[in-house]
C-alpha cells in the first residue's frame, strides 16, 4: 500500500520555514536610488532644425483617412474568411453527417 506523501522529505513545521523566509529575506541587499542622478532629461525632445518636436496627435481627435479604413477592412476580410474556413472544418470533422 503505497502512502500518500513523499516520506524522505517530510514538509517543514511552520517556525523553520518561517526562519528560513526570514534569513533569505535578510540575504538580498537593499537597493536604495541614488541621489543627483537623474533618469531621464528634463528637456523636450529635439528636432533636426533645433526646435522642440511637435507634440503626437491624441487618439481622442485622430481621424483615419479613407485609404487607411478601407485598408483595414480589407484585411479583416480575409482574417474573416480564414476563421470561417476554419470553424466549418472543425465542425465537419466533430459532426458526421
Known amino acids: 500500500v ?3 506523501g513523499c516520506l524522505c522529505f517530510p514538509p517543514p ?4 520555514a518561517m526562519t528560513a523566509l526570514r534569513a533569505a529575506v535578510r540575504a538580498v541587499p537593499r537597493v536604495r536610488p541614488a541621489t543627483g542622478l537623474r533618469m ?3 528637456s523636450r525632445p529635439q528636432g533636426p532644425s533645433g526646435k522642440a518636436a511637435p507634440p503626437e496627435t491624441p487618439l481622442a481627435f485622430y481621424q ?4 487607411a ?11 474573416n474568411w480564414i ?4 470553424v466549418v472544418d472543425m465542425f465537419l ?5
Do not use: E, K, W
Open 69 to 79: 479604413t478601407s485598408s483595414i477592412n480589407h484585411r479583416m476580410f480575409y482574417v
Open 40 to 42: 531621464f532629461s528634463q
Open 13 to 16: 513545521s511552520p517556525p523553520v
Open 2 to 4: 503505497m502512502a500518500q
Open 64 to 67: 483615419a483617412t479613407a485609404h
Open 83 to 86: 476563421l470561417m474556413v476554419a
Open 93 to 97: 470533422g466533430v459532426v458526421d453527417y
